[in-house]
């Protein structure tokens, strides 16, 4: 017999694998460029990555200067702040806390002056061997004023004091277990570094003479920047006077691009690593579509991520396309719940179902996730209430049976209701007809990866090795 | 030979038309409805049809509370204010100016004490006659301390000072000329009214025991209410202790539902005076695939309002429909155009294309309307540089060629560039290589509408008669 | 026997009568006067009369623009706030609640338009008829949106819409009852008026042209301008491009100045109706060292008060002056008292005693009023902690017996420790060795008024008839 | 000839040589010990000392928190903020900028996680080698997030890793040059530092079982805790379980502790090193007296710092105390200057005359230092327009001749008037009738010092060697 599931109260928020960082960085040589103005562009193009946090460094080659603060891209920066921000080169970031406590400490870049100068950080990954290396650190006299992977990294970089800053950084990223794409500055050059894995994803563009790097493609079409190519995994590049060059740190074993920037994390105009986003979603449809054995009226999305998926699915099965449920794009972060008695309407603040869709229609509804499986529930039970017949989901990815180590916060393994429940199990939890899972097989003939992917969340087979006690909850500086 | 049309610079955020105010209203019985959750709730799902301002007055039937600020709802409220916010009876208003400059004192609801008691008053609309009511009332002693309509109602409800409430009211409403859909509120009633043309919807709903009132019946969805009936045109509701009552004022000469509620304004999944908004927008769809005489390969929508127009489209013409502009969601109003130099790439930040979905390929776009067409012509370069080969234009509806006067912002006569310009001018000034608007009568057996429509922007035949000189910049106070 | 006396916890703040507004007025021809300047500057030196909340309304002869907010002075303005209030007329008001709760919405001046165009008010003095005047309003239809008396006077104003500006003041003057200095201003004009009574100061000053309205004559000071006279009880000042005129209210039975302006309000520097307030306090100590019959080794100041009584108190008896008690100046309004356990502690964060000063000394301490009488055992509990071998009490008033319904917040008549025990019970309550108050006699041969003073909260005269149910609590809109 | 001296214009702040920060500690074994309440009281008893920012660190044992911000301690901390502080050991810390911008990452208390576990640093002081410790310690690998001396202390302490809390302390101070008053706290130790040269103070008191350190004696009186004695010059207390213990950093050549703090800086209730600040400068007033050999009718204080020297110089010379000079209480460091017009009334926003007790009379006024000259000159314009006859200026110190290194923002010399100019020349250029500064001879008489002062900035003579090229501007990490 199955055991019993816990339904979390805070279901709202909380269903989905939360987002782990975007960084951004601009080089020129050219002293009218303003890489404070395209650096905030490019940020804001990254906001789906990461909204606790935001902040940038630029430089002039000579002056430094810093703003970040927790909070919206648009509401930590100004007319005023940016026109304070004088420079050619350029960093940014904007954070989803993965390690480390939500604090303004602990926003992103951070900047320190040590051996190298100054120098400024910021890193979208996840390290597994933080605690170790902060610790061997610290026994050599460092001192830790946050609870950042970026300051550890920091550290290990000012520790090699002569060498030159990229032989430092490739010294100091041999250290470094688990995931880490990075942008790093100093006065006069901008570093871009992405782990051999390639975990994370990190790809150059050019505007006129400037040198981008950002986490996603979409970063450059809103600065009218053309698309060069991806960061390899494992190779530095370094960008300065002299123009860019790459370095490459030893090959690891196996690439491993993290799946879930393929179906939920990155925006559907990226493309990453040579595949565009949007068709590889229409692709894990179009073998959703393959999979499905009913009947049905209308297939509709879960609004926004499984778009291009239903559309897929459409396209495949012949089953119309249509708006079953409308999201509120203004329920955000500070949404409060109001009062205990109306918890219970949950999701509905967020989406609402459109009756003359669903009204006596046998709907296949296409989701990109189950974590817990509370909130498929809440909205089968919406559909059903608004006059479905039926309800078949439909979901673009295998069961998440194992958490991630490396930069997605998919919770504890307990919490993952695919850990430790059948299919038919969940099925019956959420109320749906039907459940249909895309298996991993099917997602790879979606995504037809040229490289490996790590699809540990899936499977278990962590390409990184995980320390035993590793967790993130281990060095907190509170405020 | 036509004239010069003039490119604004801050085209990015001015070309929509701008939404209207948003009012909600609830009442029970019952010590323990917490009307200001409710209206909270309510509001949210309202946001789209204000975001400049946010309020509410409650009352547990002897104590009025209110709160109200600039803001969105989201913002304007957290749990302690909430908390403070005791009773059972509330109104609430998100607001857009129409008229009155953007002031805090401008925010609504009005709350003030008068021979009626505490009275409060939240209005979605535009009155026509507000400066010769206002001289009047000058004249009598009135004092006012706002620019808004509202005020002006309050004094004029106050003055029958010997009436009841619902005849004070209703005397008042025969002195107003223009569009109005009001709740009010004293310290133990609610009341509803909606103008005799009807230009604003308001309907009725019920959760349990509470009667409420919204501009949408969206907001019933997001609370769990049931969905009774709209509040017919001339209809004052009267609910209190013993119920709810209807009184009438005496009939419009004809209806005059706002047509831009289902092409632009309302939410999809609401239903406004017997039609849901998304399938009107379906139908309109359909009929402008009627008139189509292209081929091509692909109908993208832009986001959002159009949608459902592309479904419809895509559905009757067999081209396929898919996402080849995404949306960035967390542009909004704090958004800076950071330098002068990157002004010209304005629309990339807000929208950007995918371009493996337009790559080679013949597009269909479908848009809600064209107001100045310098928003038009952007977006149809950025296809073009994204690699569509043709890019054919459908507007959902008539050329926009008269102001409104009646609580939509599509601005003074000279900017809409339909009153000056020919379509074929149009298509030529925007770059498009079919560009088709949907005519009035298509426009007509999409809606079916049961009543009349207002379509004074596209014909000139306003229903409610113009001032010479109504201007809403003449009484301003500022801050 | 005694009653028992009961302690209240938070008399750290709560002690002192609190201030009672600050109104100030400039009205110049000359196009460069800066309006806003000096009411800003006018207003910093009347701060001590009000802490809630500032703010101002200015007009250049057309056009006019208002800012106000709770807090002080400083807080409020900044630069870009008064540069964008451009104007040659100006009044500005500070605040202490007398009426009205705590809210923006009861900030001054109010602005509002009526019949006689753009009008502001800001009032000093605390009307006893408001509730009568506000009902007598309401049903003839005006529409109350503060709790202010101001609110109330501008409607009175209002009704009068055939007379001109200054006829409408002085015919609505006459329903006034209690105590008004108000500064009021159109377009174009400034009027200052004060009541029969005259309860509360106002004086004209003159820089180059412009002519200049005060509560106090510190505030001419500090902007460099010149005192000229005082504003006469009855007496309405209208100035305009015609120059100044005087009209007059039918004369009061007697004048009644507020003793309580020289004892403990108006700032030592200024002058009210031909009498210097140091001076005033200096008579006041003189007259207290008459009546000590004890010997003693110093006499020191309750700061900050106490300073002018203290020295007059020591040169006439030749004890000496010393600080033996500092006073914290950054505590404020804002001060929290940390938890429970340390509350008793209270006065010692605002006071502090300089124990060489004290220690096995004969101590005189001068303060201005014992209101319940907790914080002055305080006091001379932290002396003799100090090593005061004996402690003499002298305060600068005689008993308050009686509350204030002029705009003084001494509470209601049951806090008034001497409303209830006799001296010789207080002293035993407050621990003093000795204490003297001063007698009305002496107090008048200290002040030598030219005009009669209010001294009703020393004997109960109350020379404005108060009406039996007068009440600042009866009508609050709250927030 | 004389050297031009040329006004500044912003001459209305900057006069005054700038406070240079409060620290406070407190230590108990009783878990019901509130640090943070205790911790925070104190603070507010040294807001004197510092303006700029506010913070705090508390422990419980085991767990640390923290909370610093820009502001005064009265809008830093707030009662949901001091309940979240929970713990028995805390350390605080106010702070003006002597060293590093003014930034929030400049803030104190530091805290930071290194060999010895959570560490909290709080400085009072200004080192002379900081740029050479910094780059030694970079070279070892350190980052630096700040440009305080705080955090160039805390790397120090962390590079001992193998010593015990104390020892490594002791080790790291042995680097240091320049003033420091430390308090430092672990989870489960309370430690205080004072330099060999006792240039800044620090005392030691105790409430009930709890330890507590402060800059000044005056904390321990707003907390109702007993003074036990001065920490002395090189003496290090470690508190913990086991008590109190001191340790003794290798002895200074002389001691040295900062005239300053006796003339202007510390509270007149203090005792520094045995001596009270009020009998100090009362001392200082009896000694400028016997300097004096004009006849005059009063003497007059510059408030505030003037007043307890005045009360002395009335004494000795038997011409008679009064107030001829009202301050502004609410002018802080918010205010503005409006506008250009109105800058030259300077000095009358802040201080104003009383006419009544100047007019006609021979006037001496006490003041505790003349900078730059240019405020004294403008107080002295002030009284002779309020009717002055003679004004006489008595200075409570020498001739400021040179800049100091150690804590005090006396600038740079050039703008010393008096490293330039004669007596004679300063008493021309502020308009006195005569000039009178303390003889250095006649300030050692007052303050009758058992230990050695540093009176450096009177003479040149630094005892603690200045490094030719020290400067606090070469570090700047901007924001």
Redesign the interface.
């Known amino acids: 017999m199955a055991q019993p599931i816990e339904q979390a109260d805070d279901f709202l928020w909380d269903e989905q694998p939360e987002e782990a960082c975007g960084i951004f960085g601009v080089y020129s040589n050219d002293e009218d460029c303003?890489a404070?103005?395209?650096t905030?562009?490019g940020l804001?193009?990254l906001?789906?990555r990461g909204?606790e946090s935001a902040g940038m460094v630029v430089s002039d080659g000579t002056?430094?200067?810093?703003?970040k603060n927790m909070g919206?891209?648009?509401?930590v920066?100004?007319?005023d702040i940016?026109d304070g921000l004088r420079g050619r080169i350029g960093i940014g970031h904007v954070r989803y806390s993965t390690t480390g406590s939500s604090l303004l400490a602990n926003a992103q870049p951070?900047?320190?002056?040590?051996?190298k100068g100054m120098l400024a950080v910021a890193h979208n990954g996840n390290l597994v061997n933080t605690e170790d290396l902060?610790k061997e650190l610290?026994?050599?006299?460092?001192?830790?004023?946050t609870s950042t992977d970026t300051?550890v990294i920091?550290?290990l970089v000012?520790?090699?004091?002569r060498e030159n800053l990229a032989d430092a950084i490739l010294k100091a990223a041999q250290s470094l277990k688990g995931s880490y794409s990075l942008v790093i500055m100093s006065k006069d050059a901008l570093i871009g570094l992405r782990d051999p894995y390639g975990v994370r994803p990190m790809c150059l563009g050019k505007l006129a003479d400037a040198y981008i790097l950002a986490s996603e493609s979409?970063a450059f079409?809103?600065?009218?920047a053309r698309f060069i190519r991806d960061i390899q995994p494992g190779e530095l590049v370094m960008i300065d006077r002299d123009g860019l060059r790459s370095y490459h740190l030893p090959p690891a074993p196996s690439q491993a691009i993290c799946i879930f920037e393929y179906i939920y994390f990155a925006?559907?105009?990226s493309?990453i690593d040579g595949l565009?986003v949007?068709?590889a979603r229409k692709a894990m449809g179009r073998e959703l579509a393959k999979l499905f054995q009913h009947e049905a009226d209308v297939v509709i999305p879960v609004p926004?991520t499984g778009?291009?998926t239903a559309?897929g699915f459409a396209?495949a099965s012949g089953i119309?396309?249509?708006?079953g449920l409308?999201k509120?794009?203004?329920?955000?972060r500070?949404?409060?719940q109001?009062?205990q008695?109306?918890r219970d309407?949950g999701v509905?603040?967020k989406l609402?179902?459109?009756?003359?869709?669903l009204q006596g229609k046998r709907v296949v509804i296409i989701d990109d996730t189950i974590v817990r499986g509370t909130t498929s529930g809440k909205i089968i039970h919406l559909l059903r209430e608004a006059g479905a017949k039926e309800v078949h989901m439909c979901v673009s990815a295998p069961p998440i049976t194992h958490p991630c180590y490396y930069g997605i916060d998919t919770s504890v393994r307990k919490e993952l209701i695919a850990s430790s429940h059948s299919v038919e199990e969940i099925r019956r939890f959420i109320g749906a007809d039907s459940l249909n899972y895309l298996s991993l097989e099917a997602l790879y003939r979606a995504v037809e990866p040229k490289e490996g992917l790590c699809v540990a969340c899936f499977n278990g087979n962590y390409p990184i090795t995980i320390p035993q006690e590793e967790s993130r909850d281990k060095?907190l500086?509170?405020?």
Chains 1, 2, 3, 4 share one sequence.
């Open positions: 303003n404070a103005a395209l905030y562009l804001y193009a906001q789906h909204q002056h430094v200067s810093v703003h919206l891209v648009s509401n920066f100004n007319r940016l951070l900047l320190a002056r040590c051996s902060r610290e026994n050599g006299g460092s001192v830790f004023q300051e920091m550290n000012a520790r090699h004091s979409c079409s809103s600065i009218g925006r559907p105009d493309n565009n949007h068709m926004d778009l291009s559309i396209e119309p396309y249509d708006i409308i509120n794009t203004y329920v955000g500070t949404f409060i109001p009062n008695a109306l309407m509905r603040i609402n179902p459109v009756e003359s869709v060095f500086l509170e405020e």
